[in-house]
């Protein structure tokens, strides 16, 4: 009896949640999946026919003729993937310090401190990155002050550049970063560092054989949030990045609204998707059996 | 002495840190209130002149510049996001506590399947999310505009909302509720006496987070939103694309302004509970 009271009741709280999500998220993401193996429509849309050459295309064939041979997506495809993965490493190298420096702090700093580093998350992507434009164009204040200094002589190229990119992207990203990094560090135990000492170990020894093995979860989990959106940001390319340096968001954003060719577009995001999936698969079989362990 | 050195050194680099994540949103507000109109590096006075004109006052600064954007059109994006942040706030509030609650207070076979789903939302790259959600809207034939970006917000913020509620739920003690219903109250009384004034903050800090994130959210809004559906965020990127102008200092500090209020009432609500 009290069984199927439950029952009842856990149907009531989750069927209007399964549904919405049933049709909603999973339903579009089949529906994406769908497209990516349909016939591009003359004016975008699609054929009903089942076509496969749009996953061809990415490594450069299309319509199944070599002829056709062309690197420029596997390059925009590698170009994403390299500064994903450098925006990772600036992330990292700008937020473990940081998180180490919390930590030192007197308690009820510390919360407060979070708070300051985490609040830029709610500020509209769009605020922030126009924030940039105005510091990295060429009459911005970047080169601004440089030349009120004298340290250049006339104004540098900075803005749609990769670096330019670079900085917003670490920029924006910074506290999916911080947060799981931070978390971690701050479980770290004090009586490890001192036994470490004690046995002779450097601070440089305890700090790689001590520190980083044992923060390696929020690393890692740090370094999945920092890379998924990092491979798929279309706007800060667009806005500090420009023409010239294309990634694969661009070019997603490019098959739906200019190129019109939606299979390809809905290929390219299966294709992230599935690079999404992969990381997290990878994640969960490393970082949850390294917790389990004792 | 080398620890103290190491520490001072910490603390320096600290402030540097704070200084990356701030400098260029204290520099956003400088420069609303710069009266130059040619040069925004150029500091030539204070002026409140780019609020007046963000909001069609004419002022001494525009009235021979072109820089007037229209107004009426801003007032469009404050009010659809205003919309559509309060309806996806309501429905993703509703159904992320609902979804918490049953899936902390009863064991079933799918549950780590539920769990799988509802971080799925939060990982997903927007873009990815977006592109299903506009190819799906088109596939089933449903016009683009506020609909449409209603229920694309609410896919990943049930998700948000979920995650406060599920974390505020864990820390709560289960032998109230079973004092409660040993002290002979129903079910339902338990759950409005006990159960609700516990998670309450964690409701209000979910609501106020999809809240947040719905008025800010450009890239998945960017690919669901009809052609009279524009946000605020979408205004401000249309503008920023078509080049930089010193009103959009204005606009993007009171929206910083509204978001810092919301942010300091969520840490206050968490401070006190």
Not at chain 1, 129 to 134: E, N, S, T
Not at chain 1, 146 to 156: D, H, S, V
Not at chain 2, 32 to 55: A, E, H, R
């Amino acid at each position: 009896m009290a069984v199927r009271r439950d029952r009842v009741r856990l149907t009531v709280l989750l069927g209007p949640v399964s549904l919405f999500l049933g049709i909603c998220f999973v339903g579009p993401l089949v529906v994406m999946i769908i497209y990516s193996l349909l016939e591009p429509g003359l004016y975008g849309g699609v054929e009903w026919n089942f076509y496969h050459w749009s996953y061809g295309r990415i490594l450069g064939w299309a319509d199944g003729e070599w002829e056709d041979f062309d690197w420029v997506y596997a390059e925009i495809f590698l170009r994403s993937a390299r500064l994903a993965f450098i925006n990772v490493l600036i992330t990292l190298a700008l937020c473990y310090p940081a998180a180490l420096w919390v930590r030192g702090l007197p308690r009820r700093w510390r919360l407060f401190i979070v708070f300051l580093i985490t609040l830029p998350f709610f500020i509209s992507l769009v605020v922030r990155l126009f924030a940039w434009v105005l510091i990295l164009r060429p009459t911005g204040f970047l080169n601004s002050s440089l030349l009120g200094l004298g340290l250049i002589e006339e104004p540098f190229d900075i803005i749609f550049t990769e670096t330019a990119v670079l900085i917003g992207m670490a920029y924006v990203l910074l506290p999916f970063m911080f947060l799981p990094v931070y978390a971690s560090v701050e479980k770290l135990d004090h009586s490890l560092f001192e036994a470490s000492s004690d046995l002779g170990a450097s601070s440089i020894q305890t700090f790689f054989r001590v520190t980083v093995p044992l923060t390696l979860p929020g690393i890692a989990a740090g370094s999945v949030l920092v890379f998924i959106p990092s491979l798929g940001n279309f706007i800060v390319p667009d806005l500090l990045g420009g023409a010239k340096v294309l990634m694969i968001g661009n070019l997603i954003e490019q098959q739906f609204l200019s190129a019109r060719n939606w299979p390809f577009g809905a290929v390219l995001s299966v294709m992230m998707m599935a690079i999404m999936f992969l990381l997290i698969l990878i994640y969960l079989r490393r970082i949850g059996r390294m917790q389990t362990r004792p | 002495m080398k620890l103290r050195l190491a520490r001072r050194l910490f603390g320096a680099y600290g402030v540097l840190f704070l200084v990356f994540v701030y400098a260029p949103i204290v520099m956003i507000v400088a420069f609303s209130f710069n009266s130059n109109p040619i040069n925004m590096m150029v500091w030539s006075g204070f002026t409140f002149d780019w609020y007046w004109t963000i909001l069609g006052y004419p002022t001494e600064l525009n009235e021979d510049t072109l820089y007037v954007e229209s107004t009426d059109q801003l007032l469009a994006a404050v009010k659809n996001s205003l919309i559509v942040a309060a309806f996806t706030t309501t429905i993703s509030t509703v159904l992320g506590t609902m979804t918490a609650l049953a899936l902390f207070r009863y064991r079933f076979r799918a549950q780590r399947f539920y769990q799988g789903l509802l971080y799925m939302p939060m990982v997903m790259p927007d873009i990815v999310l977006g592109i299903a959600l506009l190819v799906f809207f088109v596939s089933i034939g449903m016009s683009l505009g506020l609909y449409s970006i209603i229920i694309g917000h609410c896919t990943f913020l049930i998700s948000y909302v979920f995650v406060v509620v599920s974390a505020r739920l864990a820390g709560m003690d289960n032998t109230l509720e079973e004092a409660s219903a040993d002290l002979g109250a129903n079910e339902w009384v338990t759950f409005r006496r006990v159960t609700l004034p516990h998670i309450a903050p964690g409701v209000v800090g979910g609501a106020l987070l999809a809240f947040i994130i719905s008025m800010d959210d450009l890239v998945i809004t960017y690919f669901i939103a009809g052609v009279d559906s524009t946000t605020l965020p979408l205004f401000i990127y249309g503008m920023l694309r078509r080049g930089v102008k010193p009103e959009i200092n204005a606009i993007a500090t009171l929206m910083l302004l509204f978001t810092f209020i919301i942010a300091s009432l969520g840490l206050y609500l968490r401070r006190r509970s």
